[in-house]
């Protein structure tokens, strides 16, 4: 199936305002999990536009100046507590509902990246499976949330010097679970996850 082929399918069935949402932030030992919803217009030029994985740093700031200008978006952010409260799965979906309903105008339709989405929403939902390579929406979403959780990382590390957030933007590498055992944890830390738990004694 083609980008673009699921939402023109909906557009078909008369559902003009749709969503698309998307999260990144499963994987790393600190900071939140950011969601992103986007509604692009008809007429939006999707050159450029894929899994926000496959773009370099600086392409992602470019296209999500232009999505977030052009579209309808929202942001929404779970942090490191909640996480530990709800575990990961629970926590993407609660960022994605969140953002979903802070989008300044109510969709007809959402398109969730994933085999699951999320629940109470204000409208009929369906999930993608590799959603940001099937659906336009959804890699704008994966972009614009991608760039602001790195910008996020990038401002923490002011904070919490020592864990090189702006570069690892919070996953397990080598030289952040070496840091981790060094310095110790901090706030943003995901106490869940094994190598914090480690830590805790």
């Known amino acids: ?6 939402e023109a399918a909906l557009r078909a069935r008369g559902l ?4 698309g949402v998307d999260e990144v932030g499963r994987g790393p030992l600190a900071g939140p999990v950011v969601a992103a ?8 030029d999707g050159e450029g536009i894929t899994d926000s994985k496959a773009l370099s ?8 100046a232009r999505i977030t200008r052009q579209a309808a978006t929202a942001l929404a952010y779970v ?29 007809d339709f959402v398109l969730a990246d994933g085999k699951f989405t999320p629940k109470d929403l204000p409208c009929p939902a369906q999930a993608v499976v590799k959603g940001d390579a099937r659906v336009l ?5 994966s972009i614009v949330a991608k760039v602001a959780r790195d910008r996020l990382m990038a401002t923490v590390e002011i904070h919490f010097p020592g864990y090189a ?20 944890l901090t706030p943003l830390h995901r106490l869940s996850f094994a190598p914090c738990k480690a830590l805790l004694g």
């Open 1 to 6: 199936m083609m980008i673009g082929e699921i």
């Open 16 to 19: 003009s305002c749709i969503a």
């Open 37 to 44: 919803a986007v509604i692009l217009p008809e007429n939006f």
């Open 57 to 64: 740093p600086a392409r992602r700031e470019a296209l999500a």
């Open 79 to 107: 942090p490191a507590p909640e996480i530990d409260r709800l575990n990961i799965h629970g926590a993407t979906l609660l960022a994605m509902r969140r953002a979903v309903l802070a989008l300044p105008v109510q969709p």
């Open 137 to 141: 929406a959804i890699a704008a979403a």
């Open 165 to 184: 957030f702006a570069k690892n933007a919070g996953y397990p590498t080598s030289f952040h679970k070496n840091s981790l055992k060094k310095i110790g």
